[in-house]
T-cell receptor, first 109, second 114 residues
Framework: GQNIDQPTEMTATEGAIVQINCTYQTSGFNGLFWYQQHAGEAPTFLSYNVLDGLEEKGRFSSFLSRSKGYSYLLLKELQMKDSASYLCAVMDSNYQLIWGAGTKLIIKP | DGGITQSPKYLFRKEGQNVTLSCEQNLNHDAMYWYRQDPGQGLRLIYYSQIVNDFQKGDIAEGYSVSREKKESFPLTVTSAQKNPTAFYLC?????????????FGPGTRLTVL
């Protein structure tokens, strides 16, 4: 079966760095997406990785290792507004998105 | 200002009633999607449409129906056959030109069955 695993909840301190991991087992691979979702709101697109390596976009970076079925989202210089859920999703061989349950990130002052 | 709108934001329904959730986009996207989000679970695909007048069932289509008569609109009907309809419903769209498309989401409709 297809499976996406990510931690349920993480806590970090304002100004610090946090890494949110995602491991996956899917039928084929056409890229991995990260979305941010504030409570009760729509998911918003953060990043897309299809090749191995690190993609940096401001305070957020995303890493992919296809051989290990592994990705992480790195958030630097954490701000209180970064408190949200972070969703990992893999596009399978049929170009359908398979979603993880999300990681709730709590930022403390 | 382009985007996706969903209405209403909150919806209450009595058991046994059908209800229709609206989704409109002005991004000129070909593809549209409906997902359901429940606590502690990933998004689950209900229906999707790659082009006007065509749509396919997703993983959990039972108890739901859709139509795609216009490119901009993809309404979802939650029928009385859906056994556990209380959830957060998200509509999304993408360019739909094949390949790995980024999906963009509307603000969602929270449906509660009383």
């Amino acid at each position: 079966g297809q499976n996406i695993d990510q931690p349920t909840e993480m806590t970090a301190t304002e100004g610090a760095i946090v890494q949110i991991n995602c491991t996956y087992q899917t039928s084929g691979f056409n890229g991995l997406f990260w979305y941010q979702q504030h409570a009760g709101e729509a998911p918003t697109f953060l990043s897309y990785n299809v090749l191995d390596g690190l993609e940096e976009k401001g305070r957020f970076s995303s890493f992919l290792s296809r051989s290990k079925g592994y990705s992480y989202l790195l958030l630097k210089e954490l701000q209180m507004k970064d408190s949200a859920s972070y969703l990992c999703a893999v596009m399978d061989s049929n170009y359908q998105l398979i979603w993880g349950a999300g990681t709730k990130l709590i930022i403390k002052p | 200002d382009g985007g996706i709108t969903q209405s209403p934001k909150y919806l209450f329904r009595k058991e046994g009633q059908n209800v229709t959730l609206s989704c409109e986009q002005n991004l000129n996207h070909d593809a549209m999607y409906w997902y359901r989000q429940d606590p502690g679970q990933g998004l689950r695909l209900i229906y999707y449409s790659q082009i006007v007048n065509d749509f396919q069932k997703g993983d959990i289509a039972e108890g739901y129906s859709v139509s795609r008569e216009k490119k901009e609109s993809f309404p979802l009907t939650v029928t009385s056959a859906q056994k556990n309809p209380t959830a957060f419903y998200l509509c999304a769209s993408s360019k739909g030109q094949g390949g790995a498309d980024t999906q963009y989401f509307g603000p969602g409709t929270r449906l509660t069955v009383l």
